[in-house]
């Protein structure tokens, strides 16, 4: 993980302070364009094929075969393990049950059903008061428009955003937290289905890692590093008025630990109420 962020949650609502930029141009600078894609994925211990695919369609370098394995592992790890831990529920290590959302499923058969994640959903639905830690409609970002610091609801949900499934619920009750959960849900569907939204290649590659679409350019001159712009789905998630800081501002203090491992972002982040500013 990179270093920590803070999220300030005041009586007015809520404020994220950013985790400091790591020095990759510095790191990266320099170095021919094999070298910088075997380093990258180094310096993070999250998503590092995602990291190594970007900086490859980025420089031009023969693709991986398949970055979806490390997609499905990292949702399975939210959905079984992390999320059920976070709601107080036992979690199931090791599981390979998919939802089956995307598979037709009636929303309302699936949560009085006994399927493995039915009662995570139930739970996580149950702990959040009607109308509380809602986001307003931002969009998920394409091509180019990832590599912009502004708000996009960069996460699996938002990837999901424009399937039936999701703009039901939403027009039922907004970007809730359940609809981020089901959306993360029917985002592990997809891409056990082969289904999520293709990795572009450069100079502006995007790839779509676990938590979104991961942007990166490296540029070159005389085959050597000179710059490198980079934008994770965490960036877009935490930018001021972005999905973390409207989803905040409306949760109940307690519920706040809950709705960040919703959001699963890829740096520390500290949680400080007023009084404790």
Not at 126 to 145: D, H, I, K, S, V
Not at 167 to 196: K, N, Y
Request: with cysteine; proline share 12%; glycine share 8%.
């Amino acid at each position: 993980m990179t270093p920590g962020a803070e999220i300030r949650l005041t009586p007015g609502g809520a404020k994220v302070i950013p985790a400091p930029a790591l020095p990759l141009t510095r790191l990266l600078v320099g170095k021919t364009a094999a070298e910088a894609a075997a380093l990258l994925p180094r310096l993070f211990n999250l998503c590092p094929q995602a990291q190594e695919q970007a900086a490859r369609l980025s420089l031009g370098l023969p693709p991986l075969a398949d970055t979806r394995a490390e997609t499905i592992r990292a949702h399975r790890n939210r959905l079984f393990i992390a999320l059920p831990l976070a709601l107080g529920l036992p979690p199931r290590p090791g599981c390979q049950d998919a939802p089956g959302l995307t598979r037709g499923l009636d929303l309302n058969a699936f949560l009085a059903s006994d399927a493995p994640l039915s009662a995570l959903a139930r739970h996580l639905r149950a702990a959040f008061p009607p109308g509380a830690a809602l986001t307003r409609p931002l969009p998920f970002p394409r091509g180019a428009q990832a590599l912009a610091p502004s708000a996009f609801e960069n996460s699996p949900a938002g990837r999901q955003a424009q399937t039936p499934l999701m703009q039901a619920l939403e027009d039922a009750e907004g970007r809730s937290p359940f609809w981020r959960l089901i959306g993360l849900m029917a985002d592990l569907d997809a891409a056990l289905a082969g289904a999520l939204p293709p990795d572009t290649p450069g100079p502006t590659a995007t790839v779509q890692a676990a938590r979104g679409t991961y942007a990166l350019r490296i540029e070159t001159h005389a085959g050597r590093v000179t710059a490198l712009t980079r934008r994770t789905p965490t960036d877009h998630l935490m930018a001021p008025g972005g999905a973390v800081e409207q989803s905040m501002a409306t949760c109940p203090a307690p519920l706040a630990p809950l709705l960040l491992a919703l959001h699963d972002p890829c740096v520390a982040v500290a949680i400080r109420e007023a009084q404790d500013a």
